[in-house]
């Protein structure tokens, strides 16, 4: 089990706040089974005393009792809510002891009338004993028929408070001084009678009970505690952490160039999601020339801040590099012994450069281990999927050779496209792991051949999120859409 996930709930709130939640959503749990139990013991208890004698006040006792703790299951979660619980269950606790108190002072107590102690005797008939008593008067009879005692009553709410109570040890003090109290004093005062060996046994029941339920909230709290602010401390860290990639995703979006970008006859549209704060993928585009301009996508293998400090020192070499050439192939050698030279050679990186020649009408690009690019011809609205690639940067010393065929080199007229895209896109899943997959792509393109770059753009990144039916995806995706007009 993941604790973090767990005390999320509780690093939130102050520390003694914190405790007295979780002691409530302890208490939530517990009195749910005791309820259910004590439901079980008074249906058989009332049946039986129906069957006994159905005008007993026991048995009215025990119905109430079993229609109420069946009410309070039915309404359970909305009488006994977390919030509420510590208050609702202290005032039908002690509403409770009062009624079987009540109950118990009925059956002990049966009033004649006269107002003066008159006499007293004892009749002792079918081993029961009956005392009578006369107080001002009236004529008490107490008859010893083993029915439920005072003291019965004060360990049976002791037993509850044990079982099913998670509450500080001030609360602790006075719950069971109001279930051992309550009763006690009932007897004395309107009995007025002591057996000092059942006092004895029942007091020392009750005080082990207290004594055990403080112990074990004393150790409960400090190991609640110890554990509150190890998980504080991490939370502290990660909260510090998560600024930092907040920080860093800040920076990283700031690289992209602009979304939407028209240079010339040249219009672009452009979308990058990462799928944690900061990504692997990476796309740019660069004016080389009054007719040449440049577009560059880039995978980074793995995900999170060590792809994205790759992908910082690729920005900034591409940058560089394309002032010195315009050549796909001869960029993409230099930047790959940049990449050999500096990483562990873990890391992989896949990537298009295209160069479109608005005078030539040609576009050259070199494809390094990359998805393959889809071409839309504007005439025919033909699609073409341009798969020649070369190697992974940073897989080999040298990813292309000069007899090498891996740079293309096509036609690119008025009205053709070129999509570029990242493996977020076709290896998208949806809920039964189905990936969205080539086909899917191509079929959406074939509907949409003659739009605008940001309507072909947004249709991709509605039918991706469509497929994936909003399930949390686990690759970067990035797309560039580039038309000439």
């Known amino acids: 089990m993941d604790l973090s996930l767990k005390y999320d709930n509780y690093i939130s709130l102050p520390k003694d706040e914190a405790y007295t939640y979780y002691c409530d959503e302890l208490t939530n749990k517990s009195l749910k089974w005791l309820l259910i139990a004590l439901t079980v013991v008074f249906g058989i208890g009332t049946l039986a005393i129906g069957v006994e004698d159905l005008f007993r006040v026991k048995f009215f006792l025990f119905l109430f009792s079993f229609l109420s703790l069946f009410f309070f299951l039915f309404y359970y979660k909305h009488i006994f809510s977390v919030k509420k619980i510590r208050k609702n269950f202290y005032i039908i606790f002690i509403s409770a002891i009062f009624l079987f108190t009540g109950e118990t002072i009925f059956e002990n107590l049966i009033i004649n009338g006269d107002n003066e102690i008159n006499k007293t005797e004892e009749v002792i008939e079918k081993d ?10 009236a004529e008490i009879t107490v008859t010893n028929n083993n029915e439920t005692s005072f003291l019965n009553i004060s360990f049976l709410f002791a037993l509850v408070i044990f079982v099913s109570v998670y509450v500080s040890r001030t609360e602790y003090v006075q719950l069971y001084s109001i279930a051992y109290g309550i009763p006690f004093i009932s007897q004395l005062v309107l009995i007025r009678k002591f057996d000092f060996d059942e006092f004895a046994v029942h007091t020392l029941l009750i005080g082990i009970l207290l004594v055990i339920s403080l112990t074990r909230e004393t150790k409960k709290r400090n190991t609640f505690m110890k554990q509150y602010d190890y998980f504080k401390r991490k939370d502290h ?7 930092e990639l907040d920080y860093a995703r800040e920076i990283q979006i700031a690289m992209l160039p602009e979304a939407f970008k028209k240079i010339g006859s040249i219009e672009v549209a452009s979308n990058s999601t990462p799928a944690m704060e900061v990504g692997g993928d990476y796309y740019d585009y660069f004016e080389i020339s009054e007719n040449e301009i440049g577009f560059f996508i880039c995978d980074v293998s793995g995900h999170g801040v060590a792809s994205a400090l790759m992908l910082s020192g690729l920005r900034s070499c591409m940058h560089i590099l394309i002032e010195d050439s315009s050549n796909p192939k001869e960029i993409f050698n230099r930047l790959n012994r940049m990449i050999r030279k500096t ?5 992989f990186v896949t990537a298009v450069f295209a160069v479109i020649d608005t005078k030539e009408n040609t576009c050259t ?3 390094a281990g990359h998805l393959p690019p889809f071409k839309i011809n504007g005439n025919t609205n033909e699609i073409l999927k341009i798969k020649r690639h070369g190697v992974t940067l940073g897989a080999l010393d040298y990813i292309a050779a000069e007899t090498d065929e891996s740079e293309v ?8 496209k070129l999509i570029f895209y990242t493996d977020g896109v076709t290896e998208a899943m949806n809920k039964i792991k189905e990936e969205y997959g080539f086909h899917r792509l191509e079929e959406l393109l074939y509907t949409i051949p003659d739009k605008s770059p940001e309507y072909i753009l947004n ?6 999120n469509n497929f994936s039916e909003g399930i949390e995806q686990r690759d970067d995706m990035t797309i560039m859409v580039i038309s000439r007009n």
């Open 343 to 347: 990483q562990n050679r873990k890391m």
């Open 365 to 367: 690009l070199f494809n």
């Open 409 to 416: 080199k096509i036609d690119f007229n008025v009205n053709d």
């Open 237 to 243: 860290d990660a909260s510090r952490m998560r600024k």
């Open 128 to 137: 029961n004993v009956i005392r009578k008593d006369t107080i001002g008067g």
């Open 459 to 464: 249709s991709i990144i509605s039918s991706v």
